[in-house]
Structure formats: structure tokens, C-alpha cells
């Protein structure tokens, strides 16, 4: 139950409320009248201070019956008149001149029936004394005035009161009563009694008396009228519920005023009054809950009830045993009835605003979750909207595993650092209970309160730590996937609020929706970092393991170790018993690998039967023992097929700083030492140190024998096709470099390229590549054969963007090529998405006619978010896609170049069964051994793409 008090509007003074301010106001208003503003101060000034004369005008306030004797003394004072009580007696009706007061008076019918109903009359304007007409005649009462027990009658108050009784015959048309006190409690009487005497009422009179009863018609319509407009303005619920609790005492006048209702049918109770203490609200309240009306004389309880619904109920409180007039019953009855068209209104428009606040909140959801790549960080943040999107204390995401039935718990939100740990590791099967069910046959959300009869729901309420908790089911594709939670330290009311439902199913919906987002990026991510055939880290993953590390290391001063593993005699396996036996030996050692090594070191595949082992916070002394115990693992043989095969490994060792300060430099140092252990023998161990001079000797050999092949343009380029899968036609040439050295015979580019990337040299590279491939299209072209070439071009030439468009315009320009017969193949690791000055240049030769392709994509990920922003027309799928368990990820691939409209490549094309997968999962472009091998620009093999590859006729 909500309460609000309206209370009295200013503060009353600490020894009760007796007197209303509609006397108080009477003295004001004579004072000002008489001896104008500075009176005023005056008056205040003698009568004690503390209210000002606007709060001791307001109809509706109420001080005490010291503070009402001290201001009609003062008054007396400051006006000099020792009459000024029974002056301002006579003030009272004719203030109420035109107002529901009079009307109220006047509908008694004549001044008899008013003297008749004095007591009732009287209460409304002062609670210290009781007044009862003892001889009521035509023309004549005599009219009893005692003060209550306590409180001692002054002489002012005679003489106001006799003042009032004067006035009563004026109401009905007739000339000012005579009124005389024939006995006085301040004289010693047990009371004051007062003969009031009238003229009869004349034709004259009762014209008079009926135009005064139209004029009160009208008078209260238009009050009606007033508050009716005041209620409808109110801007909100409360707001609506204050005035009304507030402007009651316009309708009817009493001492105090409790409105109870239900904005919401079936919601909390909302409380508000007026001039009431908090002791007798609470006593009050039950009764306006009730089913039956009140009964007490001196209460009036009305229904707020409209043509939609019953809102609840009003109730008016006079003083003890004194009743109500029926027009008061009349008007309140009206006034309850505009209270609930407000209500109406009121309700109306606060359920269009929580609609709307429901639809920001929603929006503003999914806008936060849609940028959620993680299911982990999906469920926290999902956790942590839960308290502010319902409203609630907690919040709690749980997930369920369709492999295992298992629901566990994948975050928490408002239970502090340190969660209960039987919530963190909390697990239920959908067999444990029925409430699972329920929830997927009807997926919305219930509230549960303590006393359930299930006990996995009763569980749930000691490890949340809540009164009451509400759970939605999370529904992706029609299949139940989890739950989302909301907790309350306190029950909320006895529904469940529709607002609060429709947050809690929209919230969860989102979640849905951005859990199968984060799940396939999640699947790609993995795929991209992972080596498919063994579930190891891949190059991608390997590079940010160890740039971390070595961030790590230069803040900390420490070192770290790279391992390069090869097995001894893999080719061997392969040969005898096939590749899928190789394969599955590859996974064996991948586990043995894993087995020596700790939790936090990273353990990965490069390709073929190369591994790399990163370990944190290694120096030579832990990289040897670590060698050891990688060579030792794989001592043991691996049965494959029934048979034992023997699996040897040697290991190359580098460590950080000494012997490289990045990837490249220190796989490089780590995989030259490892053939140094192979040419010792193999299954063993080197170290890069040990030979760095040697191989600094032959390293400068090789790279002066580049820079002479550079000069003299010696090195050649083969071309391998590209192949569109329907037609059986070549769409383009791969460029791909090759050295024929002098000496050492055909070298391919893995084994020169990193040596001309460390020395500088691998721009030049590039630069011959570019030219040549732009020179041997250009011929092909007038040839009769225009077919785009492709370059590959190296992530050096990004620092430099200006410089590549010079390249690029050049070789375009030296050879005549058209510009649209050139693409540029970046791979995806390159930095596209963080540099503004690289976009805009690819964007510049997209604009000029260069075509661009993203290569090996998949082998990382950080351009998924923005690839809509790349000037992209070719993506080339990395080989290591083309595998029957990746085929869900092919087709969502394919389908993701179509939507960015790039053409889809698949790369590394080796046997029928990968060609059939990227037909299948939408590939229409191929590349790859079993298509086309690389050669020279003049071999005629650079357009032979047999019908047989191809599986359909040319």
C-alpha cells in the first residue's frame, strides 16, 4: 500500500486543529478592511507569528483555539473596536456569499431549519464547541453553545457567534436577525444561550429566496465545473490522486479527507489524504478496502467508480457523532464521480506513457545487445538490464544445453562481488521439474512467490534472496535456449504488472535475437582463431597470444619462450596409411601437446605437422625444460589403425627479448633453430642463440643474392586461375612470385619473402610482382584474352597509402592496362578498420577502376564489423573453411559476400569432395590445385582447366 498525505497546508500549531480557516480568514479580512495592510502585519505581528495571512485565509486550513483567541484579541486591538468578535460574526455568511457554502445552507429551506441543523453547521467551521437548537419556531429560536471538556469559552467568541446568528435569516431574504445571549458560560452558566428572533418572509422575500437558490444552482455547477477542470489538467497519476484527495474539501466541508483506489485493477492500493493524521489513516484505510459502507454519522464514504471500472473509495471525516447534510451527500456523490473520469484519463494516459517508455526501453536494448559479439557479454549485459528495464532488485541470465539438459547460470546482476556460490553454479534439467515445460508451451513470463509447491522453484528463492522472483523463457527458432530472471527483495503486488511483462518478454526476445547473432560470430571467431582439424590455436590466435604476452613482458621486465615444434617423419604416415590416418595422428599429438603444457600458455598449429608452444614468463632454463617434456610426451607410440606409429618431434627454442621482439622475428629465430636440431639428428632441442652468428652469415648471403635477382630483374611470376564453377572459364589470374636462384634452384615465396620483409626488401618485391603482372595482362589483352590479374599486395605498403596509389597508377600507366583488369588482394589481417587515410585510398582506386579483394578471410575477424564500409568486389574464403564440418559456416559466408555484393571465392580447391562442398554451399568462383596449378605467364597451363576437374561437360 502507497500513501501520500496531502496534510493540512501549512503546519498547525502543536495543541490541535480547531478552528478553520475559514474564521481565521473572517479576521483577515476584517482587520485589512478596517486598518488596510500595515493592520495586517500588525495583527500578525500581536497574535504570535509563524503563518502569514494568506495560509490564515485558506478555507481549508485549520490552527488551534489559543492561536484563534489570540487573533481575535489582536484584532480587537489593532482595530480598536471592543465589538470587532461580533462584527466579524456577522462577516461569516456573507463571505460565503455566491459559494457551495451558502447553497448548501439556504437548500435547509428556511431559518428555523437552519438553527434546526446547527450543530452540524457549526462543526464545519470549529471542533472545540457543540451548538443545538433547544426551541425552534417560525419566527423564533433559542439556540444552546458549549465548549468541549478542556477548553474554556472567551467572552469574543459570544459575541462571534452571536454576530453569525444574526446573519441567518439574510440567507432566505429576510431583514438581519435580533439576537440576544440570555445566558453566558463566562458568566457561570452551564452554557451560552442565545433568542434569535426574525420577520416573517413576504412575497418580496421569497423572490429574493428563489433567485438566491438559481443563483446557488449555478454557483455550484460552475464549482463543479472548476474542479473538474483542475483534476483532468493533473499531468499524471499521482498528481491526479493528490488534487483530488486535496479539492475535496470544495465539495464537502469536514475536518478531514482519504482516498484509497487501484490505479491499475488489481494493483497496489494507493493512498492518499488530507487533514489526517498517519494514526488515523491506518485505522481508516481497512475501511475504504472493505465491502461494506461506512456507518459512522460523522463519516461520508462515496465510490470512485466510472463507466470503465471502480478506481475505489472517498471518504470525508467530520467530528464525532455529527453528521451530513444531503446536498453535501449529493455533491460529494458528483464530485467522486468526476474524480473517476479524471482517473479515467489520468490512466489512460500514464498506460500510453509506460507504453512508450516500454518501447524506448526496448529499443535502447536492442541497440546495446546488437553490438554484442559474446555470448558471455550478452548474458551479463543482459543481467545487468534486467534491475533497471523491470524495475526489480536482480537480475540473472540462464542458459540451457540441449547436448547435455543442463540450465546453468552465465550471469548475475545485483547480488554483489561475491554471488552465493550454489547460484554460480547452478544446474537443473528440464526432468527436475515441470515448471520448464510450462514455461516452453506458454513463453511468457510468470511471477513466483514463496510457498511454491515445487521444490526446484522454492530452491531458487533461497539461493536468489528474494521475496518473489520472475522468470521468461528465451526462445531461439521455436527451441527453448534459457531463461531470463528478475528478483524482488520485497513481493511486488499481486499481478504481474502487463508493463513489467512486456519489459521482461522484449527484453528476452532481444536476447534471443543477439544470442544467435553472438553465437555464429562466436562459431566464426573460433573458427578463425582455431585450427579446424585439431581445435588448437591458429596463426591468428597466436599472434594476439603473443602480442599480450609481450606487452606483459615490457611492463614487467620478464621474458617469455616461443617453441617450434615439426614432427620427425610425418610424410612417412601419410604415405603408408593415407591422409585420414595422418590426420588423426595430428590430433593425438595436438592432446599429448596440450597434456605437458600449463593452462596459460598457448599451444598452436601453424599447418601441416607444424606447432608452436608460447610460454609465459619463460627463460632459457624453463623453455629447455619445456622442450624436454614436449619431446618426452611423444616418446610413447600412437596406435592408429591397430598399428603402432611413432611420432618424433624436433623443437626449436627463442625467447623474448634476446632473440626477437615480435612474432615474426622470434618464429623465425625459433623455426631455424629447430632445423638445427633436425640436421643434428632430430628429436631434439635447439636453441636460436647457440648458431645466431652462423646464420647471420647465411642470411646475408641470401638476402645480397635478392637484392642482385631485384636489380636484374630476375625474379619471375606464375599464375594460377581462378574458376568460375558453372562455366568451367578462367575470371582471373592469381600473380604468385617465384626466384629461380642460380644456385639453390626454384625458391617459393614462404621461404624468401619473411628474410625480404625483415630487410627491407619487400616493397621492392611488390613493386617487380605489380609491374610484371600489369605487363603480361596488358599482352594477354591484345592477345584476345583480357583476364584480370590479381596481386597480392603486403601489409608494409599500408603505411604508406599515398605511395601505393603511385605504384598502383604507375604500373597501370607503364603497361596500358585498363584499370578494371587489376585487383589487389589484401589479406584480412591487415588493419583495414582503424586507419580513416587507408579506407579512403582503397575507396580512391576503387573509384579509378581497380578492383579489391579480401584474402584468406576467416583467418581473422576484425573487419566483420565494418565490411559493409569496405569498397570491397572479391572475398577469397581461406582453405581452411573447405571441410565438411564447416559447411554451415561456408554457406553463412557465401551468403554474407552476396549481402556486402562481393563475388564469393573458395580457396584451396584440392580434391572433387571440397570442389562439390563450395558448389553446395553457394561458392560460384574456385581456386586451387585441382582447377589449375600456378605457371608461367606464357604456359599454355595458365588456361587449362580440364572438364574432368570440373565434373560437367566444357
Avoid at 467530528?319 to 464521480?337: M, N, Q, T, V
Wanted: with cysteine; proline share 4%; hydrophobic share 45%.
Amino acid at each position: 500500500m502507497n500513501t501520500t498525505s496531502g496534510g493540512i497546508r501549512w503546519s498547525p500549531d502543536p495543541q490541535g486543529s480547531h478552528i478553520s480557516g475559514a474564521t481565521t480568514g473572517l479576521i483577515v479580512r476584517f482587520v485589512r478592511d478596517r486598518c488596510g495592510p500595515q493592520g495586517v502585519e500588525r495583527l500578525l505581528e500581536l497574535a504570535g507569528g509563524g503563518l502569514s495571512a494568506g495560509e490564515l485565509s485558506d478555507p481549508a486550513g485549520w490552527v488551534s483555539y489559543d492561536r484563534a483567541v489570540a487573533l481575535f484579541e489582536a484584532a480587537v486591538e489593532v482595530s480598536g473596536d471592543p465589538s470587532a468578535g461580533w462584527a466579524i460574526g456577522e462577516e461569516t455568511l456573507r463571505q460565503h456569499s455566491g459559494t457551495p457554502v451558502e447553497a448548501l445552507l439556504r437548500s435547509l429551506g428556511s431559518p428555523g431549519e437552519v438553527l434546526r441543523n446547527i450543530a452540524g453547521a457549526t462543526s464545519k467551521f470549529a471542533a472545540i464547541s457543540t451548538m443545538e437548537a433547544v426551541e425552534v419556531g417560525e419566527d423564533r429560536a433559542r439556540v444552546s453553545a458549549r465548549c468541549l471538556p478542556g477548553f474554556t469559552r472567551h467572552p469574543i467568541f459570544c459575541d462571534y457567534v452571536a454576530g453569525q446568528l444574526s446573519q441567518i435569516p439574510l440567507l432566505f431574504g429576510l431583514e438581519q436577525g435580533i439576537v440576544v445571549e440570555e445566558e453566558c458560560q463566562t458568566r457561570g452558566a452551564d452554557r451560552c444561550l442565545y433568542y434569535v428572533r426574525w420577520g416573517e418572509a413576504g412575497t418580496e422575500a421569497r423572490t429574493r429566496l428563489l433567485e438566491g437558490q438559481l443563483k446557488d444552482l449555478s454557483t455550484q455547477m460552475e464549482a463543479l465545473q472548476s474542479i473538474a477542470t483542475s483534476l483532468v489538467s493533473a499531468d499524471d497519476i499521482d498528481s491526479v490522486l493528490s488534487s483530488i484527495a486535496t479539492r475535496a474539501a470544495y465539495a464537502v466541508r469536514a475536518q478531514g479527507y482519504l482516498l484509497a483506489v487501484r490505479a491499475v485493477e488489481g494493483g497496489p492500493v494507493l493512498v492518499h489524504h488530507h487533514g489526517l493524521g498517519a494514526e488515523q489513516v491506518e485505522a481508516l484505510v481497512p475501511l475504504l478496502l472493505g465491502t461494506a459502507p461506512s456507518t459512522a454519522t460523522s463519516q461520508l464514504m462515496v465510490d470512485v467508480v466510472s463507466s470503465r471500472r471502480h478506481y475505489g473509495r472517498l471518504l470525508a471525516v467530520g467530528p464525532s457523532g455529527i453528521g451530513f447534510f444531503e446536498a453535501e451527500k449529493k455533491l460529494f456523490a458528483a464530485y467522486a464521480e468526476m474524480a473517476a473520469a479524471a482517473l479515467d484519463g489520468a490512466t489512460a494516459l500514464e498506460d500510453a506513457r509506460q507504453r512508450a517508455d516500454t518501447t524506448a526501453l526496448l529499443l535502447n536494448m536492442a541497440r546495446d545487445l546488437a553490438n554484442t559479439a559474446e555470448v558471455d557479454q550478452l548474458c551479463r549485459q543482459a543481467a545487468d538490464l534486467v534491475p533497471a528495464v523491470v524495475g526489480c532488485d536482480k537480475g540473472a541470465v540462464f542458459l540451457y544445453d540441449h547436448d547435455s539438459d543442463r540450465l546453468t547460470t552465465r550471469a548475475l546482476a545485483g547480488f554483489g562481488p561475491e554471488p552465493p556460490k550454489g547460484l554460480v553454479e547452478y544446474v537443473v534439467s528440464r526432468n527436475d521439474t515441470p515448471e520448464l515445460a510450462t514455461m516452453v508451451a506458454d513463453p511468457g513470463p510468470r511471477l513466483y512467490r514463496l510457498g511454491h509447491d515445487d521444490p526446484v522453484v522454492e530452491r531458487a528463492f533461497d539461493l536468489f534472496g528474494v521475496a518473489a522472483y520472475a522468470l521468461v523463457p528465451v526462445m531461439v527458432r521455436g527451441e527453448f535456449a534459457g531463461i531470463l530472471a528478475a528478483g524482488w527483495r520485497e513481493a511486488p503486488q499481486d499481478h504481474f504488472d502487463h508493463h513489467i511483462a512486456e519489459r521482461m518478454a522484449g527484453l528476452a526476445d532481444q536476447v534471443a535475437s543477439s544470442l544467435v547473432t553472438a553465437t555464429l560470430i562466436e562459431q566464426t571467431r573460433h573458427q578463425a582463431l582455431h585450427d579446424r582439424l585439431t581445435g588448437l590455436a591458429n596463426q591468428a590466435l597466436l599472434e594476439e597470444h603473443v602480442r599480450r604476452d609481450i606487452q606483459r613482458c615490457r611492463r614487467s621486465g620478464t621474458s617469455m619462450a616461443l617453441l617450434f615444434c615439426d614432427l620427425d617423419g610425418f610424410k612417412a604416415v601419410n604415405d603408408a596409411l593415407g591422409h585420414a590416418a595422418g590426420d588423426q595422428l595430428l590430433r593425438l599429438v595436438s592432446q599429448r601437446l596440450v597434456s605437458v603444457t600449463r593452462a596459460n600458455d598457448c599451444v598452436a598449429r601453424l599447418g601441416g605437422d607444424e606447432f608452436v608452444v608460447v610460454l609465459d614468463g619463460a627463460d632459457d632454463e624453463a623453455a629447455a625444460g619445456a622442450a624436454a617434456s614436449l619431446i618426452e610426451a611423444l616418446q610413447s607410440p600412437f596406435v592408429l589403425d591397430g598399428a603402432d606409429v611413432y611420432a618424433r618431434v624436433s623443437v626449436g627454442v627463442a625467447v623474448y627479448p634476446r632473440d626477437g621482439d615480435d612474432l615474426d622475428s622470434l618464429l623465425g629465430a625459433a623455426d631455424e633453430a629447430m632445423y638445427s636440431a633436425k640436421r643434428e639428428g632430430r628429436n631434439a632441442f635447439r636453441h636460436f642463440s647457440s648458431y645466431r652468428t652462423e646464420r647471420g652469415r647465411s642470411d646475408l648471403s641470401l638476402e645480397s643474392d635478392l637484392v642482385r635477382a631485384l636489380e636484374s630483374d630476375s625474379l619471375a611470376v606464375h599464375y594460377q586461375p581462378e574458376v568460375d564453377l558453372e562455366s568451367g572459364r578462367v575470371s582471373a589470374l592469381e600473380a604468385l612470385v617465384r626466384w629461380p636462384h642460380p644456385r639453390m634452384g626454384m625458391i617459393l615465396p614462404g621461404a624468401f619473402l619473411g628474410m625480404a620483409a625483415d630487410r627491407g626488401l619487400i616493397r621492392d618485391v611488390d613493386r617487380f610482382v605489380v609491374h610484371r603482372a600489369c605487363a603480361d595482362a596488358a599482352a594477354r589483352a591484345l592477345a584476345g584474352r583480357p583476364v584480370p590479374v590479381a596481386v597480392n599486395l603486403s601489409e608494409f605498403h599500408f603505411s604508406d597509402p599515398g605511395a601505393l596509389v603511385d605504384l598502383i597508377l604507375s604500373a597501370l600507366g607503364n603497361a596500358g592496362l585498363a584499370p578494371e583488369l587489376l585487383e589487389l588482394e589484401i589479406i584480412e589481417t591487415v588493419n583495414l578498420v582503424s586507419s580513416e587515410s587507408v579506407l579512403e585510398v582503397l575507396k580512391e582506386l576503387r573509384d579509378r577502376g581497380v578492383r579489391l579483394c579480401i584474402d584468406d578471410f576467416g583467418t581473422g575477424y576484425s573487419i566483420l564489423d565494418r565490411l559493409r564500409q569496405l569498397p570491397v568486389d572479391k572475398i577469397k574464403v581461406a582453405r581452411e573453411f573447405l571441410e565438411p564440418s564447416g559447411a554451415a559456416l561456408l554457406e553463412t559466408i557465401s551468403n554474407l559476400c552476396r549481402a556486402v555484393g562481393a563475388e564469393a571465392v573458395a580457396e584451396g580447391i584440392e580434391t572433387p569432395e571440397q570442389l562439390e562442398l563450395a558448389r553446395d554451399t553457394g561458392f560460384c568462383v574456385g581456386q586451387g590445385y585441382l582447377l589449375g596449378r600456378p605457371a608461367p605467364a606464357e604456359s599454355a597451363a595458365v588456361f587449362d582447366v580440364r572438364p574432368a576437374r570440373l565434373g560437367a561437360p566444357m
